[in-house]
């Protein structure tokens, strides 16, 4: 079982940067499709960014031109590069593998991996 531990999560004031990374138990990050999720109460876990095992980029529109998502499959590392933050994007944020072919909305399945989830906090 692959075991996926986030870090970088904080307290930012509006307009800071904040740099995520999960670390895999295993080079799980070659072979599946990657990704960040964000969840507040009350609300359905959401895709973030996410990266495909043939490298097809997918970004949330609210977060497109201000978040990055790269991976470093020899240090078994996921990143989010997190710039320009709002308010609005305060939430747990989690990490995510998936065998590939598994669609980004799917949350609950077999081969469909997630950290334990680091929190941001975006204030003034």
């Known amino acids: 079982q692959v075991q996926l531990v986030e870090s970088g999560g904080g307290l930012v004031q509006p307009g800071g940067s904040l740099r995520l990374s999960c670390a895999a138990s295993?080079?799980?990050?070659?072979?599946?499709?990657v990704g960040w999720y964000r969840q507040t109460p009350g609300k359905q876990r959401e895709l973030v960014a996410g990266?495909?095992?043939?490298?097809?980029?997918k970004y949330a529109d609210s977060v497109r031109g201000r978040f990055t998502i790269s991976r470093d499959n020899d240090k078994r590392t996921v990143y989010l590069q997190m710039n320009s933050l709002i308010p609005e994007d305060t939430a747990v944020y989690y990490c995510?593998?998936?065998?590939?072919?598994?669609?980004?909305?799917?949350?609950?399945?077999?081969?469909?991996?997630w950290g334990q989830g680091t929190q941001v906090t975006v204030s003034s």
């Open positions: 295993n080079n799980i990050f070659s072979v599946y499709a």
């Open positions: 995510n593998a998936r065998e590939p072919g598994v669609t980004w909305a799917i949350l609950d399945r077999r081969n469909v991996y």
């Open positions: 990266i495909t095992k043939s490298e097809l980029y």
